[in-house]
């Protein structure tokens, strides 16, 4: 993840400045779309006060999704998460009662997963989140849109029925696909509001080039994708909206990448293997949960975070449930800075070097997972702090509470998480980290069947 703000405004801006100027604000730029000027007099404008606009514009769109952010993170995180916890004690309790003749106790599945026609009624799905992303409705309240063609040729001017094409649209939009696909992607897919992209169904493959990015925008679901080896790209134009494209410096290769962006819940892809982060979130990001997606060989998997200076990171708030972190990763699972992250039933089955980590003071509320550490009697501990003296992190809230440690792991804790009080006032009876198995069983991304349960 690079620092700063990737859209450069480039010369062309003049040129996109002056289309738009003549095309009327929204046109599409050189396609049929282009509706013609909804004011004539718009065109007499000069071209220095319309490409001084279009600047503008990005730095209004900045300037919403920095509020908005604001808004979304919630004052008090510990009410949201042990919410989360009272959400999965309830579920499983159903479970073990046979309520639900198909319960399997994880409550963002049970809240779907048993309707045989969840492919019809695929928003439902809005309403299952759990934690600070639980609020993200993607395209709930728009139409269905099918992508029907896997290609990626023109990134400026992406035709109808791609990928490409729906995620930069501005209404909402539940967007799903016509039949399995790989799509390489040219360059990053840089998506819109108000969006879901649901895989259920299909397969779905965003791989071999570049992949998801999630920058300046809100409500975002994104369900049942394979996303992996995503390649660094850029030193291009892509579109992000029907009125805006831009010059975009390189990307990382990140899977998943968000940026100053609100109410996003990434659950059930598979990640793996790419030349980045697989789910990193900086900027001022908050309202985030990842679920149930299973992480396989790679190295930094999850970056919460932009830099240790970056002090508005302190909005960032992240729910990191019933995933599977898997073989070949390495660290990062996740790393974390400034914010509240709470990391709630996930196995760890697979580390090299640590599952969590940080720096800058975050708060780390570890519950309910299972640890399992490697062999190498140098890699136990869960936890790493990132080149910071004791004395310092000594005062982070980092704690531990009814996870399973296994194969010698440890889990050092700190601040308010190492005392005694804490201890004693954060017993929850039930131990859900003997579920972690079955709540984790399918992680990653699923296959759905039409016509019967998933
Ligand atoms: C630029 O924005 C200003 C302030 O919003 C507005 O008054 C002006 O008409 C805009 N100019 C153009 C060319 O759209
Ligand atoms: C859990 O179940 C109890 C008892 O049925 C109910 O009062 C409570 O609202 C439930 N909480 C959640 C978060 O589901």
């Not at 309520?99 to 045989?116: H, T």
């Amino acid at each position: 993840m690079t620092a700063g703000l990737r859209w450069i405004p480039p010369l062309l801006l003049l040129l996109l400045g002056f289309l738009l100027v003549l095309n009327g604000s929204r046109g599409w730029i050189g396609s049929e779309r282009s509706s013609g000027s909804r004011n004539g007099g718009a065109s007499r404008r000069s071209l220095r006060e319309a490409s001084a606009n279009a600047t503008s514009a990005d730095a209004s769109l900045e300037e919403r999704a920095v509020t908005r952010a604001a808004e979304a993170a919630v004052d008090d995180p510990e009410e949201v998460a042990s919410t989360v916890l009272t959400t999965i004690i309830n579920s499983t309790a159903r479970r073990s009662l046979g309520y639900l003749s198909c319960g399997s106790g994880n409550p963002i599945d049970d809240c779907w997963r048993c309707d045989p026609d969840w492919h019809v009624n695929r928003k439902k799905l809005a309403d299952c989140g759990i934690g600070f992303g639980r609020n993200a409705i993607g395209g709930r309240d728009g139409e269905l849109y099918v992508v029907t063609d896997s290609g990626d040729d023109d990134p400026v001017n992406p035709r109808p029925g791609t990928l490409r094409y729906a995620v930069i649209q501005d209404v909402p939009l539940w967007i799903t696909f016509k039949h399995d696909m790989e799509i390489t992607l040219k360059e990053e897919l840089i998506m819109n509001s108000f969006k879901t992209i649901d895989g259920r169904g299909v397969n779905v493959h965003i791989a071999n080039g570049a992949c998801i990015t999630i920058q300046y925008i809100t409500n975002v679901i994104i369900h049942g994708l394979h996303i992996h080896d995503c390649k660094p790209t850029g030193n291009a134009m892509v579109r992000s909206s029907p009125s805006h494209y831009g010059w975009r410096t390189m990307a990382d290769g990140d899977a998943v990448s968000i940026f100053g962006s609100s109410h996003i819940w990434v659950d059930h892809c598979s990640l793996s293997n790419c030349a980045d982060g697989l789910v990193d979130a900086v900027m001022g990001s908050t309202a985030i949960t990842v679920s149930n997606n299973y992480f396989t060989h790679h190295n930094e998997v999850m970056l919460l975070g932009h830099t240790d200076s970056y002090a508005r990171d302190s909005i960032m708030q992240v729910t990191i449930a019933f995933n599977h972190f898997g073989e070949g990763l390495i660290q990062r699972m996740p790393r974390c800075r400034h914010g509240y992250f709470h990391v709630v039933n996930n196995d760890y089955t697979h580390w090299e070097m640590y599952a969590i980590g940080g720096s800058a003071n975050p708060t780390i509320n570890s519950q309910g997972n299972r640890y399992l550490a490697p062999t190498n009697p140098f890699a136990k501990e869960v936890t790493k702090r990132v080149d910071t003296d004791q004395s310092t992190w000594k005062n982070w809230n980092w704690r531990s509470e009814g996870d399973l440690l296994l194969n010698g792991a440890f889990f050092t804790p700190s601040g308010a998480g190492a005392s005694a009080s804490y201890a004693r006032a954060s017993s929850f009876g039930a131990k859900p980290s003997s579920l972690v198995d079955t709540l984790t069983s399918d992680a990653g991304v699923l296959s759905c069947q039409v016509g019967t349960r998933c």
